[in-house]
């Protein structure tokens, strides 16, 4: 071949490597943008890494956990059993991150033996949430080869989900982003910097009382007066739009939707048997009445719980059930949610409070009768 030819060719090939190198070593990861799916992921390995002493439980969760579980009334639990407690929930995130976070979180943090893993029945709905995970999971992907749950993620037709075998690709928005305009990244970065990583309870003191939540239909036909109100109207006015093609899960299911449901139910069997912990505890998040009867397929709560049977029986997981908990708050549910989704502070604290009785025996009774 012809030298020009060869050098043409070789170069950029042996460019493209160097820079997927650097970047899968994570040496751009203080560069990205810290309102991405990438920065948050980025600021939680470096609130760990922050961790002055060694931890051994950790919560894994979404926006529902971080919002919905009060830090200090775990850490207090773990204080009681010379244990730490640190949070590392991800908005946003679902199981490729979870599963991924918990390899990480063995690999690097080896004290870590257990974990509360604060979900919810709409986190069980399919066999995944779609490829904007990929990139929550590209700072703490670990080895050459994508994992099985990273796998599952990937779609021909969907571009994105082609970042799971390259970091270059992951990162490719976000480069492209920093040099349309270097200056407003740098401002972006320096305004993170001063905020403290650990401050997550920005959630409001709101409710959303002055709504009609009893049902999707009345909550679409709402009138509200605030930016919140509207953005909650506007999700029910989706969400009632897709009750003409809900499916029924209730028994006995159609063949395809018995075959999908099986297949989610393996697949989050498989996960939750594989995590590294000695036996997590599964919580179910609460979830509004109204998405519970009217958006989720009949039948939907029931299967969830079956899913978990096998694994509840043999000891592998606790599963603690607070979907409905916030059905008969004072005052109605809606006193207890600012939004369609999360607690205010006070219905947080109120809801850690009932579950650590819960949680501590299953975390460390079951312990103490393991070490007799």
Known sequence: MNRPILI?????????VLVEALLRLGYWESMASPNSRIGATVRL???????????QLVTLGNSRAELGLDEDVLQAMANRHGQRHVRATL??????????????LKAHYPDVDNAIIAVSVGDLLWTNNGSFEVRMVEPIRQGLWPSREAR?????????????????LAYRADLADYVRDPTGRQQQLARAAQRSPSNVRASS???????PIQSLASCAAGQPGTIVGLNIVSECKQANQTLATREDWRPPLAPPIRKERQAVATLRRLQLQGMPYRRPVVVLMPVLKLWR??????GHEAWVKQMFEPLVASGRITLIDATDFFDAAPGGECTAFYDLYHQTPDASRALTEYLVPQIEAALYDSAQRAAQ
């Open 293 to 298: 009867q009217d958006a989720f397929p009949p």
């Open 8 to 16: 043409r060719v070789l170069l950029p090939l042996a460019v493209l």
């Open 91 to 104: 908005r946003g995130a679902n199981w490729l991150t979870w599963v991924t976070l918990a390899e990480w």
């Open 152 to 168: 599952l993620i990937f779609d021909p037709n969907d571009s994105d989900s082609y970042a799971i075998w390259s970091s270059l």
């Open 205 to 211: 003191s709101n409710n959303i009382c002055d709504l």
């Open 45 to 55: 390995k470096t609130r760990l890494a922050q961790e002055r002493e060694p931890f």
